[in-house]
């Protein structure tokens, strides 16, 4: 056991400590840290700058862009980056189809997408749930029909997640319907979004805004050249893709800076209210034993594969997500009314509602925290 | 940063776990083991000794073998997954802890022929009386307070905590709700010896020493909650009911999986508070064994708790196993302060510092 990084590891962490917080625009590592919401420009300018600098796609293929990282580097990367305000490449080019592109697609499907999803060339959507389709996803019933060198894909995609910003949608959809198994006739295609027949639909959220989509196909012809990998092997891509998503799924690195913002924020209540306190050294206890736990995590997966452990990262992870904004949201009590600056409110207050709102996702998305359960239940205990 | 043990600290805790399981392989053998007094099996701490665990942490030049507080949370970790009750944490770590700092002959608990036990409470003043020191006051609970051929005493000396030995003392046994012993000790005029400068201020000492056991108990909890998960997971598997095993009411399971969960933090937290006490800052070591405690209460309780309710009323009873476990975890919780004691502790630090880093 050996409690401190190794001279390599620590030497690797302050270089790209002092690289997220110089390189990296102010403006943008600015709107990150006063909960703002990003633009597309920033955020595809912030995934600009960190591949000029050869580290957006770590976890890619080193020919294709990535780092030969060992699971704990990456760690530190993605934790360091989250303390600098940089906001992490957008997940779904970098974390998601990126990495199933560079495992099953053709040489010409890699040649045409790969450059361009890294850079945020093509900004990606994600169209794998459905109405009827959320956590049993094999339910799915977007049908792709083959019709000579084109699919014509018919159906509705939904909680497509800055889909009104996408360029690019990759798609789990039916190309076999009489398949023996529901996951067996699934196929994982490609589609551009400025096809007549795509439409998206944004959806109002609690929170306030409208991140997530509902993306309509009607008609819609597809080149069969965008079919990744094979007809019908789209489920296993969909396994490989959602068993990757691991990186900081703990969300460690954006839990820490805003409990150690929030401190700031309390001020003076944070030696006259015990009570305050309390939750405060109750969280940080909380928040340690998770990012001790990414560390193991991280440590143990040196052999590349996915550890069942990181279902305990998601659900403890998204849970101290929401018991922090929670209690950004009671540090704000009556000063959190509203985010409309008219309020005259400080300015920290603004965000504290709509985003302990917004998290209550946390526990949903990725895998919902009862799909989790039922994995450790399954897989870890063999209930 | 890691987490794996060392080739060596394997062949350690395989040879405790195989000792151990001579005689406590089944609850059977901690209830016949705390069935009389002493409340543990002095055959076993005899081999104990032998094996070299009673020794663990003491400098090689004092009769120990020089391990650090990785290998003696091993053994405290074996020791919990069997509930074994000999005493490890108080005699050894504790008071032999504080002895060995002191540069006191520590050889006779190395060799399990002296049994030290820790009189920590306040209520003990000390005075000159002539030449000689004496104690006066009266602590209870002692931990195995009747059985010790040696007591390790605080107590305060002209305004600030001293430390003290003693062999005397009257001594009044009762047993513990989790089948251990106790004592009321109590002092009147007892001649002492002063253990390293009694007119020095020892509450550094005192504390560090203390944060060792804290982790060393943190570590006793882990080993006791993974085996009261492991329990319940079988039993969950075993039990039929309504046609079909427990495993499939999925509400049961989730509360397993709950269970799996508060098991990891423990370990993530306990593990890592093992590795700063062995880098050395007393000041960090105190903290992170704080942090340790806390977790360890905090887990020990959700899966004492939950192991109880997944086995139904059986959970009750003294004959089955698991109920064992949660007695053992609650005493552990209330020892060297409780979840309360530790978090007030770090409520108060909290504004010192903007994060907790425990990468360095």
């Given at each position: 056991m050996k409690l401190r990084l190794s001279p390599e590891d620590a030497a690797f962490r302050a270089e790209l400590r002092e690289f997220f917080t110089t390189q990296v625009p102010r403006h943008i590592r600015d709107t990150v840290a006063a909960r703002e919401d990003l633009t597309k420009e920033q955020m595809v300018e912030s995934m600009r700058t960190l591949d000029a600098a050869g580290i957006a796609v770590p976890n890619w293929p080193v020919e294709w862009g990535g780092k030969d990282w060992?699971?704990?580097?990456?760690?530190?990367?993605?934790?360091?980056?989250?303390?600098?305000?940089?906001?992490?490449?957008?997940?779904f080019n970098a974390s998601m189809v990126g990495p199933v592109i560079a495992a099953f697609g053709s040489?010409?499907?890699?040649?045409?997408?790969?450059?361009?999803?890294?850079?945020?060339?093509?900004?990606?959507?994600?169209?794998?749930?459905?109405?009827?389709?959320?956590?049993?996803?094999?339910?799915?019933?977007?049908?792709?029909?083959?019709?000579?060198?084109?699919?014509?894909?018919?159906?509705q995609k939904t909680w497509t997640s800055y889909a009104q910003y996408g360029d690019w949608i990759f798609t789990l959809v039916r190309t076999d319907p009489d398949a023996p198994r529901k996951q067996a006739g699934?196929?994982?295609?490609?589609?551009?979004?400025?096809?007549?027949?795509?439409?998206?639909?944004?959806?109002?959220?609690?929170?306030?805004?409208?991140?997530?989509?509902?993306?309509?196909?009607?008609?819609?012809?597809?080149?069969?050249?965008?079919?990744?990998?094979?007809?019908?092997?789209?489920?296993?891509y969909a396994k490989f893709l959602l068993g990757n998503e691991r990186a900081g799924i703990a969300g460690v690195g954006g839990t820490k800076w805003l409990l150690a913002e929030a401190k700031t924020w309390a001020g003076d209540r944070l030696r006259e209210d015990p009570l305050l306190a309390a939750d405060f050294a109750r969280l940080e206890n909380d928040l340690l034993a998770i990012e001790l736990t990414s560390i193991r995590v991280a440590a143990e997966s040196s052999d590349g594969k996915a550890q069942p452990a990181s279902s305990v990262l998601k659900l403890a992870g998204s849970e101290l997500q929401q018991?922090?904004?929670?209690?950004?949201?009671?540090?704000?009590?009556?000063?959190?009314?509203?985010?409309?600056?008219?309020?005259?409110?400080?300015?920290?207050?603004?965000?504290?509602?709509?985003?302990?709102l917004h998290l209550r996702a946390a526990s949903i998305y990725g895998g919902s925290n009862e799909v989790q359960r039922q994995i450790i239940a399954g897989t870890i205990l063999g209930l | 940063m890691d987490f794996d043990h060392t080739d060596e600290q394997r062949a350690l805790r395989d040879a405790v776990r195989g000792l151990l399981s001579k005689t406590y392989a089944t609850i059977d053998g901690r209830r016949e083991a705390t069935a009389g007094d002493p409340g543990f099996d002095e055959g076993m701490w005899s081999r104990l000794a032998e094996m070299g665990v009673l020794g663990l942490p003491f400098p090689e030049e004092a009769g120990g073998m020089g391990a650090g507080p990785v290998e003696v949370g091993l053994v405290a970790e074996e020791m919990g997954r069997v509930l074994a009750p000999e005493p490890f944490v108080e005699a050894v770590v504790l008071c032999g802890g504080l002895l060995a700092r002191a540069g006191a002959d520590v050889s006779g608990i190395a060799e399990g022929v002296v049994l030290p036990a820790y009189v920590g409470g306040p209520g003990v003043a000390a005075r000159c009386d002539g030449d000689r020191w004496v104690l006066d006051g009266s602590v209870s609970p002692v931990l195995n307070g009747a059985r010790a051929d040696l007591l390790v005493v605080v107590a305060e000396a002209g305004g600030t905590p001293a430390l003290f030995t003693t062999a005397q003392g009257e001594r009044t046994s009762f047993s513990t709700y989790d089948g251990g012993r106790a004592a009321r000790v109590t002092f009147d005029g007892t001649a002492a010896e002063p253990l390293g400068d009694p007119t020095a201020d020892a509450t550094g000492t005192i504390e560090y020493a203390r944060a060792r056991a804290r982790v060393a108990y943190a570590h006793e909890a882990?080993?006791?909650?993974?085996?009261?998960?492991?329990?319940?997971?079988?039993?969950?598997?075993?039990?039929?009911?309504f046609g079909k095993p427990l495993s499939a009411f999925q509400n049961l399971a989730f509360r397993a999986s709950d269970m799996y969960v508060s098991l990891e933090l423990a370990r993530s937290t306990v593990l890592w508070a093992s590795m700063v006490l062995a880098d050395g800052d007393e000041a960090e070591g105190i903290e992170a064994a704080s942090r340790a405690k806390l977790r360890a209460a905090e887990s020990g309780r959700h899966i004492g708790q939950e192991a109880i309710q997944l086995h139904g009323g059986i959970g009750l009873t003294m004959e089955y196993q698991v109920g064992h476990y949660a007695m053992r975890l609650t005493t552990i919780e209330h020892l060297l302060g409780d979840r309360r004691h530790h978090l007030a502790r770090l409520a108060a630090a909290v504004g010192g510092h903007r994060t907790v880093d425990p990468l360095r």
């Open positions: 060992t699971p704990l580097q990456r760690h530190i990367w993605h934790e360091e980056m989250r303390a600098a305000c940089v906001p992490p490449p957008i997940t040489q010409q499907v890699k040649e045409r997408f790969l450059p361009a999803t890294r850079n945020a060339g093509i900004w990606w959507s994600q169209g794998f749930s459905e109405p009827d389709a959320g956590s049993d996803l094999a339910a799915l019933r977007t049908s792709a029909v083959r019709d000579g060198d084109h699919y014509v894909v018919n159906g699934i196929s994982f295609l490609l589609i551009d979004m400025t096809t007549p027949g795509v439409t998206v639909r944004p959806i109002r959220l609690i929170d306030g805004g409208s991140l997530v989509n509902e993306v309509f196909f009607q008609d819609v012809r597809v080149p069969a050249d965008n079919l990744v990998g094979q007809e019908n092997h789209g489920w296993h018991a922090v904004t929670e209690l950004v949201l009671n540090l704000a009590g009556e000063q959190g009314l509203s985010s409309d600056p008219a309020a005259g409110a400080p300015a920290w207050t603004r965000p504290a509602a709509p985003s302990y | 882990l080993g006791a909650m993974e085996r009261a998960l492991e329990m319940t997971r079988d039993h969950l598997r075993d039990r039929h009911q």
